[in-house]
């Protein structure tokens, strides 16, 4: 899971950035950054709580 939200995140934070470019829309970054900053907090915790520990595997001699 972690290797697959890091691939969302980039996709869409790129997929944004792409329409921003091409005046799809305007978006002001720092304004945006300034009031949701919150929401990267609960994405983190929510990414780890949802993330497989590696509890299952037995390393050699176990």
């Not at 304004?31 to 990414?47: D, V």
Request: proline share 5%; hydrophobic share 60%; aromatic share 10%.
């Amino acid at each position: 899971m972690k290797g697959n939200f890091a691939a969302i995140a980039l996709t869409v934070i790129g997929a944004l950035a792409l329409a921003v470019n091409l005046d799809l829309f305007e978006l002001d970054i720092v304004a945006l950054l300034r009031k949701w900053w919150p929401l990267t907090l609960i994405a983190i915790g929510l990414a780890l709580f949802f993330t497989p520990e590696d509890g299952g595997r037995k390393g050699p001699g176990s």
